[in-house]
């Protein structure tokens, strides 16, 4: 149990310290939340620059007071009770933990849902790679996946917009869900919701497919060289078990840690097709908050994505240990 | 060739055996690679158009274009005399692309150099150090590789005042180094081991000698495809920072024509596509010519591999 133990407590080291070089980070931008809440009335209302101005200093109150130091001290005792400090010019005077939790579940079912599919067919493809192994199929589709996976996904999503939602118009171009549905759970509201999301999702699916395939592919080909496969095979077990339990079972096993890895990463990396579909969860919040100069939304959503990340590499790595009987033995004596 | 066959060797015979080791062996690796060789050409073509291009295409002035017709006073589609058509400012889609590959291409390699340098080091000192060194470095390469590479990205380039490639460069191989810190680590213990090593070090050669000229020919191939990927991670990322607007626009840079064609919509409608097409196709080409050079990266730089040519 202590590898646990001192896993935790380099999980809790890296949150600390990713959200102390952060709040140094942003709190040493050029240009205040005053500053860029001007000139967006400037843009938006065609206001002079003292109106705007005016205007803009009502969110005097909620810019942070003091030394650089006593900020931060104060920042991160309350960080560390759970409170990110209130939005300065976004949404000002709404705490940046209520603004982040309205938007999570939208980038978790994005993600959650594209990771499942594209880790569900890379698995399939990357095995049938694997036992035509050097047949044109495998070749042809190795090349492939390996350019796709090189395309930036931010290309996809405009490309995906560009033909599926402009030109063919299958697919909506922004927004969470239509105005006309009532929010709940409903039939129609959850099929309007998944309309909203396919888009997104296929791109994740087309990005991250080809990784996925190219790893199973790899580990099925050195699973298929054991020996226990060639004995499974000399006992006459039928085909199916041994491609399912046997090989199967034993190739997933070492793409598991980037299954958990990759969760936390697509939650960081969603700002791209987020801001391209206009949708808004984590990574539409935190462009907002950059583009507005908004301090502790930007920092509070910068945290959130630390520890989502951290917190799957973590249990990446406690449930790889229960899961592969070697390492469970191994750690187990400690 | 080793250090001492090379130093009994006239200057003849070292430009040809460097000839032969660089360009006649690598060229015959590559006519062989058919996937590899379409990459060459394909970069080749590009580091082309970055080095002679902008002395050959004018600099894409604004409001060049001639309207076309007075309805369609934005939309310039390609024609013979602009072969990509102009963008919203009527400026040459062709030349902004020409004039971008320079600045694209200095990004992607600078981070890709840094990246590739800081990696080798941290890697090697880790590696052969051990004890509280090791654990030090490792520590610190284990929280920067926790630590979420694009949002942090994009929270640093928003202090960034002035983009020159040699900033954007730095500050892409902040996150990007430690993946392969860890992999040289790794690499580097395990070949400690080998009988070779213990023989150099049996026979009292320096240190750097040791790292120089033993273990890093064995490194090479897995240096260089790691160089190509931090190259096109590079190029993902300085593009995807100017698309979103995070870094100064005043540049002409590929990924500030996906900004323009992004903000001003031209994936609306097909008469406006192509301003958005041409950086898509540029970015995609080079991209692709990058991964497909890589599968001849290994034979090229394996020395066990090379021999069999």
Known sequence: MRWIVKRVIIAFLTILVAASITFFVVRSMPGDPIEALTQAFIRQYYMSYETARALAESVAPFVPKGSLLQQYIDYMSKFLRGDLGVSISFSTGTPVAELLASRIPWTVLVVATSLIISFGLGILIGMVMAYKHGSKLDSGLALLFSITRSIPEYIIALLLLTVFAFQLKWFPVRGLYSANVTPGFNLEFIADVLWHAALPITTWVIVHLGGWALGMRGSTISVLGEDYITYAKARGLPTRRITVTYVGRNAILPLFTSFMLSLGFMFGGSIFIEYIFAYPGVGWMLYQAITNRDWFLMIGTFDIIVIAVVTGALLADILYGFLDPRIRRGRMGE | MSEKIAAKMTLGEMVKGFIEDWIIVPGKILVRNKKAFVGFILLLFYILMALVGPFIVPYPQTYVCEPYAPPTLLKWPPSLEHPLGCDYFGADIWAEIVWGAP???????????????????????????????????????????????????????????????????????????????????????????????????????????????EIMPNLMSFIAINFIFATTGAIYGSVGLYFLGILPLTTLNWGVMLNYAYTQGSYMSLSTIHYMLAPIIAIVGLQTSLILFSYAVDEIFNPRLRTQV
């Open chain 2, 103 to 213: 600045i694209v291409l200095q990004i992607a390699f600078i981070a890709g150099f840094i990246t590739t340098f800081i990696g080798i080091t941290v890697g090697m000192v880790a590696g052969f150090k051990g004890g509280k060194v090791d654990a030090v470095l490792m520590a610190i390469t284990d929280i920067v590789m926790t630590i979420p590479g694009l949002p942090l990205l994009i929270v640093l380039a928003t202090v960034i005042k002035a983009a020159t490639p040699w900033v954007v460069g730095l500050l892409l191989s902040i996150t990007a180094w430690a993946g392969l810190a860890r992999s040289i680590r790794s690499q580097v213990l395990s070949l400690k081991e080998r009988e070779f090593i213990e023989a150099a070090k049996a026979l009292g050669l320096p240190t750097w000698h040791i790292v120089f000229r």
